[in-house]
């Protein structure tokens, strides 16, 4: 099976600062990442997502970044903000299956100190 | 983009009864929905993928006699806990995906206690 987990459970910055968020992958056939937002008491947001036949894509201040050769990818938000603070999860699949099997991590819980 | 409702967004209830919780998709059909849990700070869980017009597919170890699942029409999937305990207390999320698009699209989220 495949297992989709974040390095970091807690994440504390500076707001202003930029925030970096890991998450490690296991199976290589993986081929498509989202990374969703989570804040309190709400259903997950999407963000932006990844098919791997790239190594990085940009959004609105954050950017995705695939590094299969290390099965990992990471979520750069820039300038982070107050209303940035939530909980970030990373999911992975297979192209194939479409989003019927997505996997998700742990999370990760950034915290914008003003 | 896709919007994805639940209904009610928090329900009290007494152990021994039963909750019916509703999600549908707002601007768009579904032919396939899932049912997530997330206990306090936890991952989603899947639990179960709804399909309209047959059974719905439950994970291994999620009851499906204690968790019931109708995918009644493409836009409402139901998800009623049936008999419900204090330990199934939590936070039920539910999700669909768009039709041409690998992603899923959450709904906000039931929060239920059971006391």
């Known amino acids: 099976g495949e297992s989709v987990g974040l390095h970091l459970p807690t994440l504390s910055v500076q707001e202003g600062d930029n925030s970096i968020i890991n998450c490690a992958y296991s199976?290589?056939?993986?081929?498509?990442f989202i990374w969703y937002k989570q804040e309190s008491g709400k259903g997950p947001q999407f963000i932006i997502d990844?098919?791997?036949?790239?190594d990085k894509r940009q959004g609105q201040r954050v950017t995705v970044l695939l590094n299969k050769t290390v099965k990992h990818l990471s979520l750069q938000i820039a300038a982070t903000q107050p209303g940035d603070s939530a909980v970030y999860f990373c999911?992975?699949?297979?192209?194939?299956?479409?989003?019927?099997?997505?996997?998700f991590g742990t999370g990760t819980r950034l915290t914008v100190i003003p | 983009g896709a919007v994805v409702s639940q209904h009610p967004s928090r329900v009290i209830c007494k152990s021994g009864t039963s909750v019916k919780i509703e999600c549908r998709s707002l601007?768009?059909?579904?032919?396939?929905m899932f049912w997530y849990r997330q206990f306090p700070k936890q991952s989603l869980m899947l639990m179960a993928t709804?399909?309209?017009?047959?059974?719905?597919?439950?994970e291994q170890g999620v009851e499906k006699d204690k968790f019931l699942i109708n995918h009644a029409s493409l836009t409402l999937s139901t998800l009623t806990v049936t008999s419900a305990h204090p330990e199934d207390s939590s936070f039920y999320i539910c999700?669909?995906?768009?039709?041409?698009?690998?992603?899923?699209?959450f709904g906000p989220g039931t929060r239920l206690l059971v006391l």
């Open positions: 999700s669909a995906p768009l039709v041409g698009e690998e992603t899923q699209y």
């Open positions: 199976n290589s056939a993986s081929d498509y």
């Open positions: 990844i098919r791997s036949n790239m």
């Open positions: 999911a992975g699949g297979a192209l194939q299956t479409g989003a019927n099997n997505l996997f």
């Open positions: 601007d768009f059909q579904a032919t396939t």
């Open positions: 709804s399909n309209e017009g047959s059974k719905a597919t439950y």
